[in-house]
């Protein structure tokens, strides 16, 4: 999910994530096969995003089927798949962020409702390693990401952003919508013009890389209205 972008479009649905780095439960792999990581939330704001790393075939096959095109296309590009993963929220979401439940499910995601009645939308994440990028399909298109060791964030989309970073934050959005080859051509040439400047990539070919990418991506602080 766009979670910054539907925060903007609708607050009231919203949730929100601190700056405390993500936690991995072990436990989870051995008895579910997922491996759960949660972004703490501070004071104040909506309880955090619960990322969580499924093999789950039926799940991954049901993330192909949604997202066939975008992930045909980004092979095309060069991506290659990394794994299947959920976005879920806090217990009972799906009767307290009607708003938001009504919002992704306009946008066709694969949804889930695990116990006790979160919403939960699973997505493909893929990778390319020249420039390194991370990609993934969702309802409103796709979005890339590609982080720098200075923890500068580049992020473009093949639909409009309504999430605006602040003047001298640490992201940066690029926006074509409907346009797929041309969201990731002008991403690989803004990253190859931000290397020249001095920065260097990450190599960040992992589920690790891409929640923390996310909690980056999620702070309210980084835009010119708060997300959360």
């Known amino acids: 999910m766009d979670v910054a972008d539907l925060l903007t479009r609708q607050r009231d649905a919203g949730f929100g994530c601190g700056n405390s780095k993500p936690r991995r439960v072990e436990d989870s792999v051995r008895k579910t096969g997922r491996a759960r990581f949660y972004v703490p ?14 093999t789950d075939p039926r799940l991954q ?12 296309a980004l092979r095309g590009f060069g991506f290659r798949p990394l794994c299947t993963y959920l976005e879920q929220l806090e217990a009972f979401s799906a009767l307290l962020r009607l708003p938001m439940l009504a919002l992704i499910l306009s946008h066709r995601e694969v949804v889930v409702f695990p116990t006790p009645l979160r919403i939960a939308a699973a997505f493909a994440l893929m990778h390319q390693p020249e420039p390194p990028t991370l990609a993934t399909p969702m309802g409103m298109g796709v979005k890339l990401y590609t982080g720098f060791t200075d923890e500068t964030l580049l992020i473009s989309s093949s639909f409009q952003s309504y999430a605006v970073p602040r003047s001298g934050g640490r992201i940066e959005k690029l926006s074509s919508p409907g346009d797929l080859s041309e969201t990731w051509r002008r991403h690989a040439y803004r990253v190859r013009e931000i290397v020249a ?8 070919a992992s589920f690790d890389a891409y929640v923390e990418i996310s909690r980056r991506e999620e702070d309210p602080s980084q835009y010119v209205s708060p997300v959360g």
């Not at 939330?41 to 499924?54: A, N, V």
């Open 197 to 204: 400047n001095g920065k260097v990539p990450l190599a960040h």
């Open 61 to 72: 096959a049901r993330v192909r089927a949604r997202f066939a095109r975008e992930i045909e």
């Open 41 to 54: 939330s501070e004071r104040g704001r909506m309880p955090p995003t619960e990322y969580i790393l499924t």
